[in-house]
């Protein structure tokens, strides 16, 4: 999974797919994880499958 999330940094990906992009984190590291994906999200079509309400919280729609 971070390995993907790297990828989508590296490619500036205009659509990004998250697919329980955070499932099988620990606290700490998905909150460190979460703190990038807003950087890499931001001004990006973003499609978020969750099952954690945390991990869609920020959405806008």
């Given at each position: 999974?971070?390995?993907?999330?790297?990828?989508?940094f590296l490619k500036d990906a205009?659509?990004?797919?998250?697919?329980?992009?955070?499932?099988?984190?620990d606290v700490e590291n998905e909150t460190l994880i979460q703190t990038a994906l807003s950087r890499l999200i931001r001004n990006k079509t973003v499609?978020?499958?969750?099952h954690r309400m945390r991990?869609?919280?920020?959405?806008?729609?």
């Open positions: 999974q971070r390995i993907s999330i790297a990828r989508a205009p659509i990004i797919l998250l697919d329980e992009a955070t499932a099988s984190l499609l978020v499958i969750a991990t869609v919280a920020g959405a806008d729609k």
